[in-house]
T-cell receptor, first 110, second 115 residues
Framework: RKEVEQDPGPFNVPEGATVAFNCTYS??????FFWYRQDCRKEPKLLMS???SGNEDGRFTAQLNRASQYISLLIRDSKLSDSATYLC???????????FGKGTTLSVSS | NAGVMQNPRHLVRRRGQEARLRCSPM?????VYWYRQLPEEGLKFMVY????????ESGMPKERFSAEFPKEGPSILRIQQVVRGDSAAYFC?????????????FGPGTRLTVL
């Protein structure tokens, strides 16, 4: 089983839609989780950290499910500018690096 | 407040040449990480350095690759005798504190093309 897995998509949604991505991780001892956004092979940009209690930032909500070992990202009221690849990342066991999923591609159309 | 800086942004090398990639972390950050993104692949960790020390190099290929982060100056990722399979985007990230407890911020990357 891969350390971090994501559905590659693409997810094609109209503007205004709500879309959700899941990401599973294999190490049950993992403590820190993140969602990054990457545009057209540019650098990943931190979207949000994922806390045990879940967190929300505007139209974006992240949740952690430790029992099932997955994290989720919900995007409400999708905008054209949300089109990008969303990367899930987990801190490795040694606490020295991020382990990334391959990313989920979102395409929002008008 | 300048972010993580990398140069060059694009680098073309012929097989057998050396490639040197530079990374200047965000101001005040002393933790630097290098990642590689091969075409159609995800980001893979290569090495984690703190000033003058390599903390974790478990993701570095055993041969031809080396990294340093001197007391003064940028971090350098060096690839000797490049091969076509080294063609990739190389991203550097930095953090204020160690990876377990702090957020990593990424630079714009260096796109290496080996002819």
């Amino acid at each position: 089983r891969k350390e971090v897995e994501q559905d590659p998509g693409p997810f094609n949604v109209p503007e205004g839609a709500t879309v959700a991505f899941n990401c599973t991780y294999s190490n049950s001892a993992s403590q820190s989780f993140f969602w990054y956004r990457q545009d057209c092979r540019k650098e990943p940009k931190l979207l949000m950290s994922v806390y045990s209690s879940g967190n929300e930032d505007g139209r974006f909500t992240a949740q952690l499910n430790r029992a099932s070992q997955y994290i989720s990202l919900l995007i409400r009221d999708s905008k054209l500018s949300d089109s990008a690849t969303y990367l899930c990342a987990v801190i490795n066991q040694a606490g020295t690096a991020l382990i990334f999923g391959k990313g989920t591609t979102l395409s929002v159309s008008s | 407040n300048a972010g993580v800086m990398q140069n060059p942004r694009h680098l073309v090398r012929r097989r057998g040449q050396e490639a040197r990639l530079r990374c200047s972390p965000m101001k005040g950050h002393s933790h630097v990480y290098w990642y590689r993104q091969l075409p159609e692949e995800g980001l893979k960790f290569m090495v984690y350095l703190q000033k003058e020390n390599i903390i974790d190099e478990s993701g570095m290929p055993k041969e031809r690759f080396s990294a340093e982060f001197p007391k003064e100056g940028p971090s350098i990722l060096r690839i000797q005798q490049v091969v076509r399979g080294d063609s990739a985007a190389y991203f550097c990230a930095s953090s204020l504190d160690r990876a377990r407890t702090d957020t990593q911020y990424f630079g714009p990357g260096t796109r290496l093309t080996v002819l």
